[in-house]
């Protein structure tokens, strides 16, 4: 049937350029479209200066481009149509991605729990007697996965592990919210009291959430798409994905219940001892192990006081940059210096105490810090070491805050580390969690539980002049846990280990460790 208006996403059909698109419209139709009440260069004739109603738009399609179109992108337009023209047909690409596409979703209807329960639900109207008959959907699946108890998974935890495992996926509700509503059983009052008051909607990077109603009500979906570029061996993978890592761990994993209140939570005494102290003048750069440290009315000295910033003065932080591990600062307490080291560059010293000469600005960050910004020979010196423009911020002595995070200190329990990396094929140390503090049983032979920190109140180490610390909550945990501080490279697979086995219910957080800050001195 003849139709007025087509339109299209090019990389859908050559892979590449993304972010442009095509709307063909019949020339008898195009008098269907009402002008638009605002304009930009180019889709004009003449705008009267004298009179605001007189503006006379160009005729036919001219008239609804807006500013300088992207001739660049759209240049490459013409290797992808000469692909297909000189070594592939339309009608092959189609025979290819439709044969791929039933065969994954007939895999993926294989694929149930040990208790039967299903892994898969697809939103589309696909069946034998529409194939048959040679009506097709084209190359893309929309669905969202079960978990054992047949409650649905966070379609952003899914997506999030498996970018882990080099997997690209989109989930959320793909621009069409309304679609979307109808598929998933979004009724208005469920959008008026949840979605839209909460701010779940279409590309939100909220963590969790996306799943409502104790699992029964899912806020997106997950979509996977094929191309010419596709092969049987890409569906393996994706197939091994959801036998290996949802079935038999995100799906049937035993989720923590969320933090009950500090307060309600009963002290044990506890035979430990305190094995390592970590400090790390400069946020998301490697750590100085060291035997004693003296604190300050909030924290370690030093620790955090630095960190590194973008050309626009934003924080680079490790999950940005893995390269800012293999910065290695030390500190010389006799001359006052901080020292930054990096393979294959000469170090680099700052005056802790008279480095007002190479401050050139001052930036305010959200949460009420107050940073003085470094230029100069510091400036050049991190720029070359990370390959991009960089520099370094310390905080003001008048801000009552490090730049940590959350809490002063990090706490990591050595048995929880042994407990995580169990049946984990890599050599995982309690470093890749960055704590300042660690703590390990007293006597090899003693009994003792992993992840028992998670329910302590406050902690005291027994020192000339005792330390209490009081804990403020869980450490909240993400993919910086797959860099490995000796190389800085990402390619672990602990945090979907953690997924696996400290996510909290009806939440994408994952807890390790336990966040404190310094309560009072004896």
């Known amino acids: ?42 889709s004009v004739e003449y705008v009267s200066p004298y009179d605001d109603s007189r503006v006379e738009y160009k005729s036919g399609i001219n008239g609804f481009i807006h500013g300088t179109i992207p001739f660049t992108t759209i240049l490459s337009l013409h290797q992808g149509f000469q692909l297909i023209a000189n070594k592939l047909s339309y009608k092959s690409i189609s025979l290819h991605t439709q044969c791929l596409i039933d065969y994954c979703r007939n895999e993926m209807l294989k694929l149930n729990y ?62 069409t919210p309304g679609a979307s509503q109808a598929y998933l059983g979004s009724s208005k009052s469920f959008e008026n009291n949840h979605e839209c008051r909460r701010g779940l909607f279409c590309g939100t990077n909220a963590d969790g959430d996306d799943v409502l109603d104790s699992g029964r009500q899912p806020l997106g979906s997950i979509r996977l798409s094929l191309g010419w570029m596709s092969r049987y061996e890409d569906i393996q993978c994706w197939i091994h994905f959801l036998r290996q890592v949802i079935l038999q761990g995100i799906g049937i994993a035993s989720q923590l219940t969320s933090s009950v209140p500090i307060d309600n939570r009963c002290d044990e005494e506890k035979n430990l001892i305190l094995t390592h102290i970590y400090i790390y003048p400069i946020k998301s750069c490697a750590s100085i192990l060291v035997k004693e440290w003296p604190l300050t009315s909030m924290s370690f000295l030093y620790d955090r ?55 050139k600005s001052t930036v305010n960050l ?67 969690f960055r704590p300042n503090l660690v703590v390990d049983k007293q006597y090899v032979n ?65 807890n390790f460790g336990i966040l404190l800050n310094l309560s009072k001195t004896y």
């Open 1 to 42: 049937y003849p139709v007025d208006f087509v339109v299209l996403s090019f990389y859908k059909i050559f892979g590449y350029p993304t972010g442009l698109g095509a709307l063909i419209i019949r020339n008898e139709s195009l008098k269907l479209l009402n002008k638009e009440n605002y304009f930009g260069g180019g």
């Open 114 to 175: 040990s208790n039967g329960q299903r892994l898969c639900l697809f939103y589309d109207a696909r069946s034998n007697l529409l194939i048959e008959n040679g009506y097709s959907y084209g190359p893309i699946l929309n669905f969202n996965l079960f978990n054992i108890y047949g409650q649905f998974i966070s379609c952003r935890l899914i997506h999030r592990i498996a970018t882990n495992h080099n997997i690209i996926l989109r989930v959320g509700t793909f621009c």
């Open 305 to 359: 006081e630095w960190m590194v910033m973008d050309q626009n003065l934003n924080p680079l932080t490790l999950k940005r940059l893995p390269a800012l591990s293999q910065i290695k600062p030390a500190i010389n307490s006799e001359k006052n210096q901080l020292i930054l080291n990096a393979t294959n560059h000469p170090s680099f010293i700052i005056e802790i105490n008279n480095d007002s000469t190479t401050i």
């Open 366 to 432: 959200n949460d009420g810090i107050t940073c003085h910004v470094y230029g100069g020979e510091i400036e050049q010196w991190l720029t070359k070491v990370l390959g991009i423009y960089a520099t370094l911020a310390r905080r003001t002595n008048d801000s009552q805050m490090t730049l940590a995070n959350e809490g002063a200190f990090l706490l990591v329990n050595e048995e929880s580390v042994r407990q995580i990396r169990s049946n984990l094929n890599e050599k995982i140390t309690h470093e890749r």
């Open 446 to 510: 003693e009994s003792y539980s992993a992840y028992s920190e998670d329910s302590w109140k406050r902690l005291v180490i027994l020192n000339e002049s005792d330390i209490e610390l009081k804990v403020i909550g869980l450490c909240q945990r993400c993919t910086v846990v797959n860099v490995d501080p000796s190389t800085g490279k990402n390619q672990s697979h602990l945090f979907t280990r953690l997924q696996t086995q400290r996510r909290e219910m009806d939440t994408l957080r994952a």
